[in-house]
Nanobody, 126 residues
């Protein structure tokens, strides 16, 4: 239902940081009732779960590969979700997508999410 647009990707060197933003077209409860997730997909690989945050913002979940380096947050008043990425590694290179679902629980399965952004490219050089 809600439309999502990612931004903030770019070309950085290993060890750098990026902040990805996900802006939702809807306002009010239309956004704040969605659990938000970040996924990434590199060429030749399947879509990979990165992080998720509950619609209330009360709980978060991270993939082991990014735990301690990435952080997900949301601002329901601004209809945005963010992914702060620190200590980037070349293996983080991928197209990053934000997505939303209306489940009561957080999920890592991309097929659970019903609404997706267009993606933003993150490239990390050695």
């Amino acid at each position: 239902q809600v439309q999502l647009v990612e931004s903030g990707g770019g070309l950085v060197q290993a060890g750098d940081s990026l902040r990805l933003s996900c802006a939702a077209s809807a306002s009010g409860r239309a956004f704040n009732t969605y659990n938000m997730g970040w996924f990434r997909q590199a060429p030749g690989k399947e879509r990979e779960f990165v992080a998720a945050i509950k619609w209330t913002g009360a709980s978060v979940y991270y993939a082991d590969s990014v735990k301690g380096r990435f952080s997900i947050s949301r601002d329901n008043a601004k209809n945005t979700a963010t992914l702060q990425m620190n200590s980037l590694k070349p293996e983080d290179t991928a197209v990053y997508y934000c997505a939303g679902d209306r489940s009561l629980d957080l999920h890592t399965d991309p097929f659970t999410y019903e609404t997706w952004g267009q993606g933003t490219q993150v490239t990390v050089s050695s």
